[in-house]
């Protein structure tokens, strides 16, 4: 690389980490990140199981009646083939079972097991403990200051004036405005190298981790 393009990168690069800095959503995205890989590890060492963040991805999405794995895979914007791997590691893992579904004998049930709704149970106390570590280091009132940001972001995200219900409605970056018949994607953080597609909320990545809660 000659010396003008070494150049050229070290000042994109700064250039590039500023404006990340000065983005409130990637200091969010990177945070769930980093919350993301210390409770996967954690749950790793709780588990003894080699969980990995693409098994994790699937537990908002499995309900607690049972869902199939068609529904999964569409959900999730990826093959049947990608996600039965995943279900077929988690069920050798204890986690998951799959059991007849009863509207059709044919197909089958994907839901927590005995042992996995155990596991869901542990690992929100295990989320709980590393919160009471991130309230300690920062301190309460931030920690409150920022819980309170969330919920109100998340409320203006998903409620009647969001950016997704403005732009169904031709708003700003809507279908109509952009002249095209897919407006942009939402601010979502893009946790690809080890997990599935989402749909939905980002990054990563809180949904993601291991003891997510399912619906």
């Not at 409130?24 to 980093?34: E, I, P, V």
């Not at 893992?93 to 509207?103: F, N, Q, T, W, Y």
């Not at 004998?105 to 996995?116: C, I, K, M, T």
Request: proline share 7%; net charge neutral; charged share 25%.
């Amino acid at each position: 690389m000659s010396d003008e393009r070494a150049h050229e990168t070290d000042r994109f690069r700064a250039q590039l980490e500023a404006a990340k800095h000065a983005s409130t959503a990637q200091l969010l995205f990177r945070a769930a990140r980093r919350m993301n890989e210390v409770g996967l590890g954690r749950l790793q060492a709780m588990s003894g199981q080699p969980v990995r963040a693409a098994h994790t991805a699937l537990f908002p999405h499995i309900t607690l009646e049972g869902v199939r794995q068609t529904a999964l895979a569409e959900t999730l914007g990826v093959s049947k083939q990608a996600v039965g791997q995943l279900v077929g590691e988690l069920e050798a893992m204890g986690v998951v079972e799959r059991v007849r579904d009863p509207s059709d004998g044919r197909a089958r049930l994907v839901r927590f097991s005995a042992a996995g709704r155990q596991g869901l149970l542990a690992g929100l106390g295990m989320l709980r403990a590393l919160e009471d570590e991130a309230r300690a280091a920062v301190g309460d009132d931030a920690w409150r200051g920022l819980r309170s940001g969330l919920l109100a972001t998340l409320a203006w995200l998903d409620g009647p004036g969001g950016p997704e219900s403005v732009e169904r409605a031709g708003g700003p970056g809507g279908p109509e405005s952009a002249g095209s018949p897919g407006g942009p994607d939402g601010p979502e953080s893009a946790e690809r190298a080890d997990s599935p597609k989402r749909t939905g909320s980002p990054g990563h990545s809180g949904d993601s981790v291991g003891p997510s809660q399912p619906r």
